[in-house]
């Protein structure tokens, strides 16, 4: 089992929909865990952290699930500028500090 | 502030050169790290640097591929003899430090071998 996994899609949606995202995580010591956006041939920017209490920005709903070894990304009313590539990291901490990216999940917004 | 930088933005050279690709990285972050993007892949880790020390060098490619950081600041990451796999773009992130930190990334590298 890989250590970080997405769904790699495309999620294609109309504007206004919601949409959710999970990434699931393979080492229960994992201590941190991010959600970042990838436009097409541009670097990773931060889109959010994911707290144990959640997280929300906006449109945008950060959820963690320790119990299943999860995360979630919730983005409602979808825009066209949203799409992008969702790609989820997790920082297993205790002693390696090598984030573990996940391949991420392509959404496609259309009109 | 300033983000992290890189350079150069686009890279061409020949198989078999030597190519140097630079990382500023944003002003009192400690941790650097860099990784390897392919065409439609995802990001592949190469190393860390926590101040000028790179305590974990396993994700280099290969023995052509090495890395070092001056003055807890800038770093180059160096691949000798070039080859057409080694086509990617490349990409700095630095972090306030290692561990819970979120990173934050430069523009990247484009390099083509040809």
């Known amino acids: 089992r890989k250590e970080v996994e997405q769904d790699p899609g495309p999620f294609n949606v109309p504007e206004g929909a919601t949409v959710a995202f999970n990434c699931t995580y393979s080492?229960?010591?994992?201590?941190?865990f991010f959600w970042y956006r990838q436009d097409c041939r541009k670097e990773p920017k931060l889109l959010m952290s994911v707290y144990s209490s959640g997280n929300e920005d906006g449109r945008f709903t950060a959820q963690l699930n320790r119990a299943s070894q999860y995360i979630s990304l919730l983005i409602r009313d979808s825009k066209l500028s949203d799409s992008a590539t969702y790609l989820c990291?997790?920082?297993?901490?205790?002693?390696?500090?090598?984030?573990?990216f996940g391949r991420g999940t392509s959404l496609i917004v259309h009109p | 502030g300033a983000g992290v930088s890189q350079s150069p933005s686009n890279k061409v050279t020949e198989k078999g050169k030597d190519v140097e690709l630079r990382c500023d990285p944003i002003s009192g972050h400690t941790a650097l790290y860099w990784y390897r993007q392919s065409l439609g892949q995802g990001l592949e880790f190469l190393i860390y640097f926590q101040g000028n020390s790179a305590p974990d060098k396993s994700g280099l490619p290969s023995d052509r591929f090495s890395a070092e950081r001056t003055g807890g600041s800038v770093s180059t990451l160096t691949i000798q003899r070039t080859q057409q796999e080694d086509s990617a773009v490349y990409l700095c992130?630095?972090?306030?430090?290692?561990?819970?930190?979120?990173?934050?990334f430069g523009p990247g590298t484009r390099l083509t071998v040809t």
């Open positions: 992130a630095s972090s306030l430090g290692t561990g819970n930190y979120e990173q934050y």
């Open positions: 080492n229960s010591a994992s201590q941190s």
């Open positions: 990291v997790v920082n297993i901490g205790g002693g390696s500090y090598i984030p573990t």
